[in-house]
């Protein structure tokens, strides 16, 4: 791991003490020194509090295996647990909700001592909740956010994940950090093509919306030509952006992705329509993925933001931990959130 990513891990581990050790907090820390105190305070009472037992069986449900960022994601919690001597079962809920209630229901005959269930459906959390709180089991939802109010059926859960809106809000700074704002052909406005992940999920839909407001709140004009919905899939970014670039040519301005694998499929079409990133276009994604990184770092991306896998995963984990060792969660403070980071041309290094 490369040398700002652990120092942003060792941050994200401080807010996982913070949050899971101490005072359960559900909203990120405003600072990173406001993190590293609470962090401090948290992991004193944390001393006291909690033993958390290792080993034991834990089952990993993932949405689908096929999701770039959950791969990343997967992969490090499987080391963690793994390293911490935990006997893991990862399976993949091939994107379809009923499968992945019956691995549910087969983890729990099985016995396993925790669960670890990045939801196929959020709108299924009602129905996941419930069904882990009749058989008592320990639980952390990832990725996928329920509400406050359907975790607060039960309180041997926590879900981890980021606060959607700041990714957001960073690609939209990432626009208005350029030379002009996003307003590449001098017009008065930004135009632009917006490719969401899949919008039964609230990152898709806070990245949509935060990134535009985020030009608004600077008081730029923005006009919207498309708005497709690309399911976190590469190739469906690259279709949409490819019809998009037929159709409305140099209009297109800024092209905002919900996360980097549709970012990269609409890197292939933009570079197919002869056009050059950061020179008449500009293009930003989410995650941080190795692609990204290299693309910012050639300056055929105009940046990414961060979405901190190996963070969450060891949050995951610590939470999980904490919930072994019988601390329970009170309504209101089950939602443990990771920073987001903003990645340019200036500080991608760090990030390779
Ligand atoms: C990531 C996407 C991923 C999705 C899966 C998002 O937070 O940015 O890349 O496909 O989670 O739910």
Do not use: H
């Amino acid at each position: 791991m490369k040398k700002l990513a652990s120092i942003v891990l060792a941050g994200c581990m401080a807010v996982s003490l913070a949050a899971c050790g101490g005072a359960a907090s559900s909203s990120a820390p405003a600072s990173s020194s406001e993190a590293v105190s609470a962090a401090e305070s948290a992991a004193e009472s944390a001393a006291e509090s909690v033993e958390a037992p290792q080993g034991g069986k834990v089952g990993v449900c993932i949405y689908k295996f096929d999701d770039a960022f959950m791969t990343t994601y997967r992969n490090a919690l499987q080391e963690i647990l793994e390293g911490k001597g935990y006997e893991v079962t990862i399976v993949d809920g091939n994107n379809d909700q009923a499968k992945q209630n019956e691995q549910i229901n087969t983890f729990i005959t099985q016995g396993v001592d925790a669960l670890i269930i990045n939801p196929v459906m959020t709108s299924a959390a009602d129905q996941i909740i419930s069904t882990v709180k009749d058989a008592d089991i320990p639980t952390v939802l990832i990725n996928r956010e329920p509400t406050a109010d359907q975790m607060s059926a039960y309180n041997k859960l926590v879900y981890v994940g980021c606060d959607a809106a700041q990714s957001g809000t960073f690609q939209g700074e990432l626009i208005l950090d350029t030379a002009n704002k996003g307003d590449i052909n001098g017009d008065g406005k930004v135009s632009y093509i917006m490719i969401q992940g899949d919008p039964e999920n609230i990152d898709a839909q806070l990245r949509t919306e935060y990134s535009v407001k985020a030009l608004k709140d600077a008081g730029v004009e923005v006009e919207q030509l498309d708005l497709q919905r690309g399911d976190w899939d590469r190739n469906k970014g690259q279709e949409i952006a490819q019809n998009d670039l037929a159709k409305y040519g140099n209009q297109i301005e800024v092209v905002f992705c919900n996360n980097d694998d549709m970012a990269i499929g609409a890197l292939q079409a933009i570079e197919a329509a002869g056009r050059k990133v950061n020179e008449d276009i500009y293009l930003v994604g989410v995650d941080a993925l190795d692609a990204a990184l290299n693309e910012v770092a050639n300056g055929k991306m105009t940046g990414t933001v961060l979405n901190d896998a190996n963070g969450q995963a060891s949050q995951a984990v610590a939470c999980m931990e904490e919930l072994l060792g019988g601390k329970t969660f009170e309504a209101g403070s089950q939602s443990v959130y990771v920073d987001y980071v903003k990645v340019t041309p200036e500080n991608v290094k760090d990030f390779q």
